[in-house]
C-alpha cells in the first residue's frame, strides 16, 4: 500500500498560473521528498522537507508540511509549459525505505 | 559524473521466461532501490540493497529477487513471468542509507506477452 496519496490526481492550468498540490500520508514520517516524472522517464528530486520544518523554498517551488494534518503541499509558481509532468510525494517508512504516492499530473498549457 | 544507468531500456519477454535488469548507480553511490511503476499501481518498492545487503523488500513474490555486487552495480531478476509482470522497472541509488535523495535510471521498460 502507499504511503502517501497526492491530490488533486489532474491538474490544468495555463502558463503563468501557480500550481498546487497536495500530499497527505498515514505514519509518523523523518522526512518528506517531492519529485518530478516526465513522461516514461526517470524521477527527478526537487525537494526534502525534514519532520521538524514547517515550510521550504526552492526556486519556484515552496513546499509545506504539517505533521499534525500528516500533510504536505507543493506550490509551483509562475508555471511553463517545461513543468509538464507527473509529480510524486515520498515519505520515508521504517528502514528508511521511500514510498511513494500515486502521483498528480500537471499539465501547463501554453 | 555519470548518471545512474538501467539496461536495457526496453524488453519484451513471454510468460514463462525469466529477466535480468541492470543497475550501474551513480559512482560512490553505495544504496541502490528498485521500483515497479505501472498505470494501476503506481510506483511500488521491490527492494533496497546496501553494501551488497538487502536493506529492504517490498511485498513482492519471491518470483522477484535481486542483488547487488561489490562495486554497487544492482541487478534484479523476474522468473516464471506474468503478463501483470509488465511495467516500467526504475532503479534508483543513492549515497547512503538514509535515501534523502534518490537518483533514478531512465527505467527498463518490460513488456511480457
Known amino acids: 500500500s502507499q504511503q502517501g496519496e497526492e491530490d488533486p490526481q489532474a491538474l490544468s492550468i495555463q502558463e503563468g498560473e501557480n500550481a498546487t498540490m497536495n500530499c497527505s500520508y498515514k505514519?509518523?514520517?523523518?522526512?518528506l521528498q517531492w519529485y518530478r516524472q516526465n513522461s516514461g522517464r526517470g524521477l527527478v528530486h526537487l525537494i526534502l522537507?525534514?519532520?521538524?520544518?514547517r515550510e521550504k523554498h526552492s526556486g519556484r517551488l515552496r513546499v509545506t508540511l504539517d505533521t499534525s494534518k500528516k500533510s504536505s503541499s507543493l506550490l509551483i509558481t509562475a508555471s511553463r509549459a517545461a513543468d509538464t509532468a507527473s509529480y510524486f510525494c515520498?515519505?520515508?517508512?521504517?528502514?528508511?525505505?521511500?514510498?511513494f504516492g500515486a502521483g498528480t499530473i500537471l499539465r501547463v498549457k501554453s | 559524473k555519470a548518471g545512474v544507468t538501467q539496461t536495457p531500456r526496453y524488453l519484451i519477454k513471454t510468460r514463462g521466461q525469466q529477466v535480468t535488469l541492470s543497475c550501474s548507480p551513480i559512482s560512490g553511490h553505495r544504496s541502490v532501490s528498485w521500483y515497479q511503476q505501472t498505470p494501476g499501481q503506481g510506483l511500488q518498492f521491490l527492494f533496497e540493497?546496501?553494501?551488497?545487503?538487502?536493506?529492504n523488500k517490498g511485498n513482492f513474490p519471491g518470483r522477484f529477487s535481486g542483488r547487488q555486487f561489490s562495486n554497487s552495480r544492482s541487478e534484479m531478476n523476474v522468473s516464471t513471468l506474468e503478463l501483470g509482470d509488465s511495467a516500467l522497472y526504475l532503479c534508483?541509488?543513492?549515497?547512503?542509507?538514509?535515501?534523502?535523495?534518490?537518483?533514478f535510471g531512465s527505467g527498463t521498460q518490460l513488456s511480457v506477452l
Open positions: 515520498a515519505t520515508d517508512a521504517r528502514g528508511n525505505k521511500l514510498v
Open positions: 522537507i525534514r519532520s521538524n520544518e
Open positions: 540493497y546496501f553494501s551488497e545487503t538487502q536493506r
Open positions: 505514519t509518523s514520517i523523518n522526512n
Open positions: 534508483a541509488s543513492s549515497l547512503d542509507s538514509q535515501n534523502e535523495k534518490l537518483f
